[in-house]
């Protein structure tokens, strides 16, 4: 099984800040990865597949990179619409994995 | 626009049998490289794969759940159900399913339904 985990595991930050979450794979998932915003008692909604092209209809103050093992998912300018919950989720070879998940909250 | 939505018991007794339905619009099973999975989310937790049907029947589950999943679709209703035998307070979240279209993952997810595991 593909274990994937995320760096760091929760952050504080202010509006307006860059805020950089790192999702890694334990052995190299090509770029079939996507990073999905989860805020509380709704549905995950995708902002990023392919790891770094913009789900439509999603704020360009997000982007993805990364390929291989290693994957960022940066905001590039935080909006109070932003504090939530993000994982990644690999999804080249079974089972599917998610990573633990990162929580941004207000600082 | 594609929808989703999960169905079924909220409250299920330990050892008893789940059985969740996912109701779709938007596209069809009966499409080359479609498929639809199910995730699960226990409270306060991260999110799980459980299991995938394809348009063509194949079937893949995550093997730590693989003895207790059986997943079927009907295409014809635009449906895929979900069955998890012996269920255990362990197994309490809210479930989702999503489609998936080729190589295209969960773009799509439904509300998502809470079931709770307790006599």
């Known amino acids: 099984d593909i274990q994937m985990t995320q760096s760091p595991s929760s952050l504080s930050a202010s509006v307006g800040d860059r805020v950089t979450i790192t999702c890694r794979a334990s052995?190299?998932?090509?770029?079939?990865l996507g990073w999905y915003q989860q805020k509380p008692g709704k549905a995950p909604k995708r902002l990023i597949y392919?790891?770094?092209s913009l789900q439509s209809g999603v704020p360009s103050r997000f982007s993805g990179s990364g390929s291989g093992t290693e994957f960022t998912l940066t905001i590039s300018s935080l909006q109070p619409e932003d504090f939530a919950t993000y994982y990644c989720?690999?999804?080249?070879?079974?089972?599917?994995?998610f990573g633990p998940g990162t929580k941004v909250d207000i600082k | 626009q594609i929808t989703l939505k999960e169905s079924g018991p909220t409250l299920v007794k330990p050892t008893q049998t789940l059985t969740l339905t996912c109701t779709f619009s938007g596209f069809s099973l009966s499409t080359s490289g479609v498929g639809v999975g199910w995730i699960r989310q226990p409270p306060g937790k991260a999110l799980e794969w459980l299991a995938l049907?394809?348009?063509?029947?194949?079937?893949r589950y995550s093997p730590s759940l693989k003895s207790r999943l059986t997943i079927t679709k009907d295409t014809s209703k635009n449906q895929v159900v979900l069955t998890m035998t012996n269920m255990d307070p362990v197994d309490t979240a809210t479930y989702y399913c999503a489609p998936i279209h080729w190589n295209d993952c969960f773009d799509y997810w439904g509300q998502g339904t809470l079931v709770t595991v307790s006599s």
């Open positions: 392919a790891a770094s």
């Open positions: 049907i394809y348009w063509n029947d194949d079937k």
């Open positions: 989720l690999q999804h080249n070879s079974y089972p599917l994995t």
């Open positions: 052995q190299g998932i090509r770029n079939d």
